[in-house]
């Protein structure tokens, strides 16, 4: 485009301005001259309205350094999903965030052996955790649980049968199917039972010469009620050793011990002490940590699994093994956790405090408390509501919730008939200042 209009500054003159220079000095000279012309080209659409040259300089050298932002941005998750998958479910307990940032600029033992000085495991840091807090006899940690799941199906079952209830080839978000995972892994599924019924004769029947493993899936996300029949875990296990066949529990969410407010979840305990010989979870759901995929169980089937060639294409990596640590760590004592984990603390917080939090947030920008229902997300417990409240704005054509979505400070919040509700479950004490000053910067602009 050429600039036919002579007002406007060459980007030579921009780049010597303070904004243009900070720019260059972050991303390097063709970056900043390049937004420079960006920004030029914007405001040559716009038409020009300023007239003082040197505020024009000014102004376009500030737009290319406010359009130079990194896409990922932090957000306040006030919707009251606590596990919310979009807005990158569990936020770290500090304890993990130090250990992250301890080992994220430099080098760590990651795969050394600091006492004998030979190569070590990733894994040593988290497996003697996962067999403490689990009681299973090994562990290990991937990138995440879909990859748990094809891992281990791949290790013990390629080529040969797996055995599935109809009723949990759940879609687990986004289109990914259970079925479709599992037979990426090379075994052939046989599907038993009806889709709200299977028995353990259904599984009695299907198993063959030709079967690896008996499945069992948490239908996270969905909820079969009325006339329905799952096999326990228990009665699963008991079957796979009669008939020297292994059983994997993928549980999901990695809740660790059944928790009364979590009533229905399947936990991680429990499935191991159950007998399964594989249990699976995710580490950013219910556990609270980074996204991993854990296995945990049998030493011979884990070592399996640590040895087919697929674990190395879905190795956990060093920041993530460090917040894992740290989260694993805090699990130790559940009391503990309970206070220091985002999530547990998220969801267990007397609805006192949250509404205390509502009613300051709807003082300061003259919005109205109401009672709300939270809820854990993640697939895990879909019907569970935790009662919550939140700051109510009259919001008809979703103006509000646009401009606080674009904001320096970004506030995700959910709309319902025309009124945005921000949810104090979902936000810490110390984010009521940021919302507001949010609130208030959005209803200005
Ligand atoms: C969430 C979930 C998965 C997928 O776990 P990711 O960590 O997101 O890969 C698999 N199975 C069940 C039962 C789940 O709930």
């Known amino acids: 485009m050429t600039s036919e209009l002579g007002w406007l500054p060459s980007v030579d003159r921009v780049l010597r301005e303070p904004a243009a220079q900070l720019l260059a000095a972050r991303a390097g000279h063709d970056v900043a001259a390049a937004a420079i012309r960006r920004a030029l080209d914007a405001v040559r659409l716009d038409g020009g309205q300023e007239e003082d040259r040197d505020a024009l300089a000014r102004l376009i050298a500030q737009r290319g350094l406010a359009e130079d932002q990194p896409v990922l941005r932090p957000v306040l998750n006030a919707t009251g999903v606590i596990v919310h998958t979009n807005l990158g479910r569990a936020p770290l307990p500090v304890e993990a965030v130090d250990a992250v940032q301890r080992v994220a600029r430099g080098y760590a033992n990651l795969e050394l052996d600091l006492t004998t000085g030979q190569r070590g495991s990733r894994q040593d840091a988290l497996e003697p955790l996962l067999r403490e807090l689990t009681g299973a006899e090994a562990g290990i940690a991937v990138t ?92 699963l296990a008991a079957l796979g050793r009669d008939r020297g066949v292994a059983v994997l529990d993928d549980v999901g969410s990695g809740l660790l011990l059944p928790d009364q407010l979590f009533a229905g979840e399947p936990a991680v305990r429990p499935s191991v002490e159950a007998g399964a010989t594989i249990t699976c979870f995710s580490g950013d ?15 011979a089937q884990v070592a399996a699994i640590r040895r087919h060639p697929l674990a190395r294409a879905v190795r956990i990596g060093k920041l993530a093994t460090a917040a894992l640590e740290a989260t694993l760590r805090l699990h130790r004592d559940p009391v503990h956790a309970r206070a220091s984990i985002p999530v547990l603390r998220m969801a267990h917080e007397p609805l006192a405090a949250v509404r205390d939090r509502a009613t300051r947030i709807a003082d300061a920008v003259g919005g109205t408390v109401v009672e709300t229902e939270a809820r854990i997300g993640g697939g895990a417990l879909p019907t569970l509501a935790i009662a919550s409240a939140a700051c109510a704005l009259v919001d008809p054509h ?15 919040g959910r709309t319902k008939d025309g009124v945005l509700l921000l949810d104090a479950r979902t936000l810490d004490d110390a984010d009521v200042d940021l919302v507001v000053a949010a609130v208030l910067a959005a209803s200005a602009r």
């Open 144 to 235: 995440n649980n879909a990859a748990a799941l094809v891992l281990s199906v791949a290790a013990l079952a390629a080529g040969r049968e797996v055995v599935v209830s109809r009723g949990q080839l759940v879609e687990i978000g986004d289109g990914f199917r259970i079925a479709e995972l599992v037979a990426t892994s090379g075994a052939r599924l046989v599907e038993v039972g009806s889709t709200n019924r299977t028995t353990l004769a259904d599984y009695e029947r299907a198993i063959g010469p030709e079967t690896a493993l008996l499945l069992r899936v948490h239908p996270s996300n969905f909820r079969v009620v009325g006339f329905t029949d799952e096999v326990a875990i228990v009665e």
């Open 285 to 299: 759901k219910l556990l609270g940590g980074p996204q991993a995929g854990l296995i945990v169980g049998r030493a």
């Open 398 to 412: 979703g103006m509000l919730a646009a401009s606080l979505r674009s904001g320096a400070i970004v506030v995700v």
